[in-house]
């Protein structure tokens, strides 16, 4: 009998679930050492605590009154619970009532981990809701410079030659915006579909290229856009996502500024070592709210009407930084300018993560 108990500990004491039994006080008499292992305290700590002291406020009357109900076995239920570092672990608990039962007297709870089952729910759920929006927004936004572009094309069509030209230009004014668009949604869609990559990666190519491709959001005489590149290192990460990153951020700053300044600028700063790529713009364009400046990167969310655009930039920004395992920080002054900070690890020494 000695050696079966002993062997039903040891069971219990090496499973990932953590069993828990109370007296009829609902207070901890037991819980097993997995507790060490989920959220690093030790068993000895919880004993004597009432259990309801864990458990959501909202659960604990539907709780009570279950298991003093004679016909009230056991019950199945979901919980989560605060494991540190604003992170939260999710359970599927098994509750057995033994409040009527002479060995035990209380309850017995069986905690099973389901955090990675969650968390891919509420992924599929967010990823659901971004579809349907962009989806949504996609049909809108398509239509409208489309529309317009086919409605100058009719009165081109009808106009005197010599103003042909005069919708020609505006024609294709509609068209650059269909163009912008459609290359934002492959921005989006690329970005959720393909596998990261890792290579090295020529920061000072990545920039000039960059421009090449804006010269026609401004004019050089008006705006000064400079980069100067700090440090030695080589770095590595995925080029198309940098890339993506480095255009918006780099179009916005230009798109943003502001044309009553003597001398409107954008600097970018490079600071490149072994461990990490920092890339700052800054410029003395318009600014940004207060008050927007936490949802900059919602998705299709715009803080002005300055300028043209889809509010997908920032988001895929953001997305794509998080999935680089970086971080960026935005400063901005309403009038004096704004400056997006990010930083990307180098993945010089080591593969990124793939997936």
């Not at 349907?132 to 398509?142: E, G, N, S």
């Not at 949802?295 to 300055?306: E, N």
Request: glycine share 6%; aromatic share 8%.
């Amino acid at each position: 009998m000695k050696e079966n108990d002993g062997m039903f500990k040891e069971l219990v004491e090496n499973s990932d679930d953590i069993l828990i039994v109370t007296d009829e006080d609902f207070k901890i008499r037991y819980i097993s050492s997995s507790v060490t292992r989920a959220f690093g305290i030790e068993p000895m700590k919880l004993l004597g605590q009432n259990i309801f002291n864990f458990i959501n406020a909202e659960k604990t009357g539907n709780w009570k009154r279950c298991l003093k109900d004679p016909a009230q076995v056991s019950f199945h239920d979901e919980i989560s619970l605060n494991a540190g570092n604003d992170k939260r672990n999710y359970f599927d608990v098994e509750v057995s009532n033994f409040l009527n039962k002479a060995s035990i007297h209380g309850l017995v709870l069986k905690l099973h981990d389901i955090s990675s089952k969650k968390l891919k729910e509420e992924a599929l759920i967010r990823s659901n809701q971004q579809l349907d929006q962009v989806i949504y927004k996609t049909t809108h936004d398509l239509k409208a410079p489309l529309m317009s572009a086919m409605g100058l094309v009719n009165i081109a069509e009808k106009a005197a030659p010599s103003e042909k030209d005069k919708y020609l230009r505006l024609i294709r004014k509609s068209l650059v915006r269909l163009d912008s668009f459609i290359e934002e949604m492959n921005d989006f869609f690329r970005n959720e579909k393909l596998a990261l990559q890792r290579e090295k990666i020529n920061i000072a190519t990545l920039l000039n290229d960059e421009l090449g491709d804006l010269r026609s959001l401004y004019e050089p005489s008006k705006i000064d856009v400079q980069f100067e590149i700090h440090g030695n290192s080589e770095f590595y990460s995925d080029g198309i996502r940098l890339r993506t990153v480095v255009a918006n951020l780099l179009s916005n700053a230009i798109k943003y500024y502001d044309p009553d300044k003597i001398e409107p600028f954008v600097k970018i700063s490079v600071y490149i070592n072994e461990e990490i790529c920092e890339i700052r713009f800054e410029d003395n364009g318009i600014g940004i709210e207060p008050q927007y400046q936490e949802k900059i990167f919602d998705l299709f969310f715009r803080a002005t009407d300055h300028a043209q655009g889809t509010g997908l930039g920032l988001f895929i920004v953001k997305d794509t930084i998080e999935k680089l395992k970086g971080v960026i920080v935005v400063n901005s002054t309403v009038g004096q300018g704004s400056t997006f900070t990010i930083q990307l690890p180098n993945q010089i020494h080591q593969p990124i993560e793939v997936g």
